[in-house]
T-cell receptor, first 113, second 116 residues
């Protein structure tokens, strides 16, 4: 079946540091890949997505590239801010017609001033 | 604001009871999904409806059921509640049933269920 593995957190960084959160997946076929973010006390918000190999999703300074050869979709940001503190979820959706999402366990990011 | 609404925001109840969670999808979205988020299991897909019909089932217990009504809002019914059912329950919606491409799912703010 489908599965997503994310690096365990928390990831603790100082403001303006470089961020990488690793995500690898197992899936049949050609899934679409997503990063969702959950701010404290809130629901999930779509951060970025990529629907085919070598696609790069980007939003708000975050980016991730769909790497089929390494089955990875690592999230990066060049300079984090305190306001980026949140839990980040990597997810995949198989293009089988039902679009259900399989999530990783989430990685908490804590950014200090 | 994703445009997906969920009520109530918080729900506290006792073991053995039954509750109903409600979700209104974004205007025009035909698919509704229910997810459960708990500390030990993470985020898990429960069930999907498309235009009133059940389309996919995930790790949904037999004590749980859902439906989607003609106006496209959906309800998740949880019965014979146990302590372990305490969790955040999210609803998401997307425009259509994917057929080769994947629609983005937009999540509501969630309902936090506490079973005492």
């Amino acid at each position: 079946g489908n599965s997503v593995t994310q690096m365990e957190g928390p990831v603790t960084l100082s403001e303006e540091a470089f961020l990488t959160i690793n995500c690898t997946y197992t899936a049949t076929g050609y899934p679409s890949l997503f990063w969702y973010v959950q701010y404290p006390g809130e629901g999930l918000q779509l951060l970025l997505k990529a629907t085919k190999a070598d696609d790069k999703g980007s939003n708000k300074g975050f980016e991730a590239t769909y790497r089929k050869e390494t089955t990875s979709f690592h999230l990066e940001k060049g300079s984090v801010q305190v306001s980026d503190s949140a839990v980040y979820f990597c997810a995949l959706s198989s293009n089988s017609g039902y679009s259900t999402l399989t999530f990783g366990k989430g990685t908490m990011l804590l950014v200090s001033p | 604001d994703s445009g997906v609404t969920q009520t109530p925001k918080h729900l506290i109840t006792a073991t053995g009871q039954r509750v109903t969670l409600r979700c209104s999808p974004r205007s025009g979205d035909l698919s509704v999904y229910w997810y459960q988020q708990s500390l030990d299991q993470g985020l898990q897909f429960l069930i999907q409806y498309y235009n009133g019909e059940e389309r996919a089932k995930g790790n949904i217990l037999e004590r749980f059921s859902a439906q989607q009504f003609p106006d496209l809002h959906s309800e998740l019914n949880l019965s014979s509640l146990e302590l372990g059912d305490s969790a955040l329950y999210f609803c998401a919606s997307s425009p259509r049933l994917a057929g080769g491409t994947t629609d983005t799912q937009y999540f509501g703010p969630g309902t936090r269920l506490t079973v005492l």
